[in-house]
Nanobody, 126 residues
């Protein structure tokens, strides 16, 4: 089992930055592939970013490429999402996810992930 706890969400003006954190506990974190997804009101959950085991492989949704950066600190059991140049359309609940399988290549499909956090709200005002 893996427990995931997100933090770092909040209200920010357009153009601003936030850093989300996801603390993982339980199963050995270093063997997990990690991802961030988001869900806006009335919309389906969508992929944002992913990082494979070892952190070498990363993958981003086109909508956030060049603005968001995913990283992991295996010593701390934490994955981060640095979000810069935020736009109102980035407003959503952001979810951290972990896979029970070992993927060195970052996975964008939600079916690859077995564990999910409770989510953290990000609101970007115009």
């Amino acid at each position: 089992q893996v427990q995931l706890v997100e933090s770092g969400g909040g209200l920010v003006q357009a153009g601003g930055s936030l850093r989300l954190s996801c603390a993982a506990s339980g199963r050995t974190f270093t063997s997990s592939s990690m991802g961030w997804f988001r869900q806006a009101p009335g919309a389906e959950r969508e992929f944002v970013a992913a990082i494979g085991r070892s952190g070498i492989s990363t993958y981003y949704a086109d909508s956030v490429k060049g603005r968001f950066t995913i990283s992991r600190d295996d010593a701390k059991g934490t994955v981060y999402l640095q979000m810069n140049s935020l736009k109102p359309e980035d407003t959503a609940v952001y979810y951290c996810s972990a896979s029970s399988r070992t993927y060195y290549i970052a996975q964008q499909d939600a079916v690859a992930y077995d564990y999910w956090g409770q989510g953290t709200q990000v609101t970007v005002s115009s």
